[in-house]
């Protein structure tokens, strides 16, 4: 069998044959033009030589596929990885309660099955809560880590491919947990949010959390006027306020190491408002902040290690083990790329988060509402919304320079798909395009924003 690592975690365990049935269920819906090739059979019994061969042309073929824009999305694969999903961590479907947080630490307690995929369960949350269905999709569910101090480590928003009460369960970890929380940048969609009550009371309970847990900067005065609005329980008016304030709306990640403005800098990550923010500290001890555009960088990739020894199927994944990175590729001046890495348990977070950034960006210029991201369900089966395509990003066109290479687009939903045990390589020069997700939102750049 294969070990399928998504994310720098084991997300199932499948074989050859497995994998080929996929392969003829994705020929037959969408055509031999638009299915990568697969990994021949053959007749006699494997060389060590040829079975790592045909696991690195099976690592390339999953890659190649999700990449696809058509069936990277489609339910086909989608359902695959989460039926693996189930069978490889043996939880059989059966009704079970599930807890997710909200910002403020309360606890909804939802009645699912354990097949249930992402949306089935936001779903649930939000009914539960009552929000209103044209609300939902400004919501997401995330994964994250309850740090000893009892604030959270954003691990990754939970996806389409997977199960969150098989996620979180195989990770045989109580301090891992699901949390609602908004999932949109642009701090002008909070108008449509607090137009209703519970999205209101949403909103206000996570702007309160991200001030009291300093991810929002506040000064005395205006710590005095946001008490004085709590008192008068003025939540519109206090998220008004908020807005104002320095990195509103920003997720921050853990103090990591990046290779800018020189080798091994500690820094600590903020991701909002169209941007990574870097709060460095030099080998000086000295901090600078800086921030680095969206629409700057050309084109980002994650890459994972994974280590040669799987431990036992139900051994929890160990976080030291796997070494992620995050890697772009920025326009710091005109005509000066410079590549800035990032090394932390969180690239693939950040790339999620760079990725959706982008993705509204373009929702945006294309007239697109947000609302429309929402898939709606009919007759109790799921469906895209016809508006659903409206958002999608563009297919990248060619570039007129000739120098630069076409960038091929990685969906951020499977950043690192890994079926090896040995190390990606970590050098930004020898990668291949299709190793990059290239930014759509990088092609309208003049020089004028420079």
């Known amino acids: ?29 969408y055509g031999t033009n638009v299915v990568p090739a697969f990994p021949p059979k053959k007749i006699f019994t494997l060389t060590p030589a040829e079975v790592e061969q045909r696991r690195e042309q099976l690592e390339k073929y999953m890659q190649a596929v999700r990449q696809d824009p058509t069936l990277g999305v489609s339910e086909t694969f989608n359902s695959f990885l989460r039926k693996a999903q189930q069978e490889t961590q043996q939880i059989p479907t059966e009704e079970v309660v599930l807890e997710v947080l909200l910002s403020n630490g309360q606890k909804v307690k939802v009645t699912i099955l354990t097949s249930d995929q992402t949306e089935d369960v936001l ?33 990754r928003k939970l996806q389409e491919f997977e199960l969150p009460y098989v996620s979180v369960t195989s990770l045989h970890n109580p301090e891992f947990r699901i949390i609602l929380r908004k999932s949109y940048w642009d701090s002008s969609y909070d108008d449509d949010v607090m137009e209703h009550r519970v999205g209101l009371n ?3 309970a996570q702007t309160v959390s991200d001030i009291e847990r300093g991810w929002i900067l506040v000064n005395k005065e205006q710590h005095r006027q946001l008490k004085s609005l709590q008192e008068k329980v003025s939540k519109k008016e206090f998220i008004r306020l908020a807005q104002t304030l320095k990195y509103y709306g920003y997720l921050k990640f853990d103090p990591c190491v990046t290779d800018f403005p020189e080798k091994g800098c500690h820094v600590v990550v903020s991701a909002g408002n169209n941007e990574l923010n870097f709060q460095v500290r030099l080998p000086s001890e000295q901090i600078k902040e800086g921030s680095f555009k969206v629409t700057r960088m050309r084109c980002w990739r994650v890459t994972s290690s994974v280590p040669m020894s799987n431990g036992p199927s139900g051994s929890s994944p160990g976080k030291s083990e796997v070494k992620l990175e995050l890697a772009f590729e920025y326009l710091m001046s005109k005509d000066r790329l410079q590549w800035v890495t990032i090394t932390s348990p969180q690239a693939i977070m950040l790339s999620i988060c760079l990725q959706s950034m982008v993705d509204e960006l373009m929702v945006k210029k294309s007239g697109g509402s947000i609302r429309k991201m929402f898939r709606r369900r009919a007759n109790g089966a799921l ?32 950043t690192s798909v890994s079926l ?18 290239g930014n759509y939102a990088f092609e309208g750049i003049g020089d004028e924003d420079l």
Do not use: W
């Not at 090896?420 to 997700?437: K, L």
């Open 383 to 414: 469906r895209r919304s016809d508006s659903q395509q409206a958002v999608k990003s563009p297919p990248l066109l060619d570039s007129p320079d000739a120098s630069r290479e076409p960038m091929a687009k990685l969906s951020s939903k499977l």
């Open 123 to 155: 779903e649930a949350v939000a009914s539960k809560l009552d929000l209103p269905d044209d609300l939902v999709g400004y919501f997401s569910l995330f994964l994250v880590r309850e740090t000893k101090d009892g604030a959270f480590s954003f691990v």
């Open 202 to 204: 949403l909103l206000y």
């Open 1 to 29: 069998a294969y070990n399928i690592h998504v994310n720098g975690v084991l997300h199932c365990r499948v074989r050859y044959s497995q994998l080929l049935g996929l392969h003829e269920q994705l020929r037959k819906e």
């Open 420 to 437: 090896r045990g040995i190390s990606h390589s970590s050098s930004a020069n020898d990668v291949g395009a299709n190793d990059f997700h």
